[in-house]
T-cell receptor, first 117, second 113 residues
Framework: GAVVSQHPSWVICKSGTSVKIECRSL??????MFWYRQFPKQSLMLMAT?????????EQGVEKDKFLINHASLTLSTLTVTSAHPEDSSFYIC?????????????FGSGTRLTVV | QKEVEQDPGPLSVPEGAIVSLNCTYS??????FMWYRQYSRKGPELLMY????GNKEDGRFTAQVDKSSKYISLFIRDSQPSDSATYLC?????????????FGKGTLLTVNP
């Protein structure tokens, strides 16, 4: 149980276009979703925290107008990379507290590899 | 000093060996401790989860938390080539559902057949 489904698993887009990444909690309600970015051979870097029905909280240095996060329902959170550039190429991963509660640990999506050409 | 320190390795062991992975931390408020396994180009997979101090065993995996020393460990017995991956420790403070995880840098483990 406690599965987060992330799509797409990989995407290639042209510079200047926007890309949307979806994360769905399949068997629990995710009131909170964390969005991470990971560069090769590095650990996960938290970008933002989204809460259902409210504005996302962004980490220092993350452009909120570039990385739009929407958490409109208890089972769906989306990250849109707007006007993507090659430096946005990275591995993006979402995560939510299992069962909607911290006490059960956090489960991760399978990740999205974004390549901007 | 970083909040969570983890030796990045790489660590290479023969099949069947006992593997010991460790993290130290500086924030005494951390209450939840986790170990994740991440294969290349995949999302992290939760291996072990511990609240506060103590030991927890699950199959070939044992997690230990020593809050007095601010030190956590993951032991893998009878290691297999399929255990080859990056292992990430992670921890968070207590309270509510929206407390973020703080990760170690990850240790790259290779188990050789």
């Amino acid at each position: 149980g406690a599965v987060v489904s992330q799509h797409p698993s990989w995407v290639i887009c042209k510079s200047g276009t926007s890309v949307k990444i979806e994360c769905r909690s399949l068997d629990f309600q995710a009131t909170t979703m964390f969005w991470y970015r990971q560069f090769p051979k590095q650990s996960l870097m938290l970008m933002a925290t989204s809460n259902e029905g409210s504005k996302a909280t962004y980490e220092q240095g993350v452009e909120k107008d570039k990385f739009l996060i929407n958490h409109a329902s208890l089972t769906l959170s989306t990250l849109t990379v707007t006007s993507a550039h090659p430096e946005d190429s990275s591995f993006y991963i979402c995560s939510a507290p299992r069962g909607g509660r911290q006490h059960y640990g956090y489960t991760f999506g399978s990740g999205t590899r974004l390549t901007v050409v | 000093q970083k909040e969570v320190e983890q030796d990045p390795g790489p660590l290479s062991v023969p099949e069947g060996a006992i593997v010991s992975l460790n993290c130290t931390y500086s924030n005494s408020a951390f209450q939840y401790f986790m170990w994740y396994r991440q294969y290349s180009r995949k999302g992290p997979e939760l291996l072990m989860y511990t609240y506060s101090s103590g030991n927890k065993e699950d199959g070939r995996f044992t997690a230990q938390v020593d809050k007095s020393s601010k030190y956590i460990s993951l032991f893998i017995r009878d290691s297999q080539p399929s255990d080859s991956a990056t292992y990430l420790c992670a921890m968070s403070v207590s309270g509510g559902s929206n407390y973020k995880l703080t990760f170690g840098k990850g240790t790259l483990l290779t188990v050789n057949p």
